[in-house]
T-cell receptor, first 108, second 114 residues
């Protein structure tokens, strides 16, 4: 069993659509990290959060600690948003686990 | 600062050879992490350092793998007697202990063992 589950695994959207990617985890965490990985491997940090909601441009991340769930939303999606989105959770004691990622393709 | 850098970006080697990768973290970051990522999977933790001390190693890190961070700055990851199953992307990340846990990733080294 994975400590971190993401859904969906693959997502195709039309340009302009509102997109939601979900992350559920089974353990108590200190923080949760949303990452973006483009083809070729580079990983970029999007958000680090331990409660509530954060917004950056067209991206919004929310977390519900009680329900052990986080969502990443993309508004007005664009083909350049096509990437793999990875959720990672940080436990106390310096343990961390990564989800397998959600592959997003935005079609013009 | 130019972020986390890794060298080489690509490495092709024959089975049985030894390979060494280098990671240069963001200069003020005292934590450095190594991960391995295979196609379609998220990164898997291998090991991490706080300054020069290696604080944790995954059971994935067999005795053919060794990592060092001798001066608390750059780190090397060596794989001895490479096997085809070692083919993967090796990612390095750094963070500031006492900060927000946020890790900054390098571009990775893609290893192909033939």
């Amino acid at each position: 069993k994975n400590e971190v589950e993401q859904s969906p695994q693959n997502l195709t959207a039309q340009e302009g659509e509102f997109i939601t990617i979900n992350c559920s985890y089974s353990v108590g965490i200190s923080a949760l990290h949303w990452l973006q990985q483009h083809p070729g491997g580079g990983i970029v940090s999007l958000f680090m959060l331990s409660s509530g909601k954060k917004k950056h441009g067209r991206l919004i991340a929310t977390i519900n600690i009680q329900e052990k769930h986080s969502s990443l939303h993309i508004t007005a999606s664009h083909p350049r948003d096509s990437a793999v989105y990875i959720c990672a959770v940080y436990l106390t004691g310096n343990q961390f686990y990564f989800g397998t990622g959600t592959s997003l393709t935005v079609i013009p | 600062d130019t972020g986390v850098s890794q060298n080489p970006r690509h490495k092709i080697t024959k089975r049985g050879q030894n390979v060494t990768f280098r990671c240069d973290p963001i200069s003020e970051h005292n934590r450095l992490y190594w991960y391995r990522q295979t196609l379609g999977q998220g990164p898997e933790f291998l090991t991490y350092f706080q300054n020069e001390a290696q604080l944790e190693k995954s059971r994935l890190l067999s005795d053919r793998f060794s990592a060092e961070r001798p001066k608390g700055s750059f780190s090397t990851l060596e794989i001895q007697r490479t096997e085809q199953g070692d083919s993967a992307m090796y990612l390095c990340a750094s963070s500031l202990h006492g900060g927000t846990y946020e890790q900054y990733f390098g571009p990775g080294t893609r290893l192909t063992v033939t």
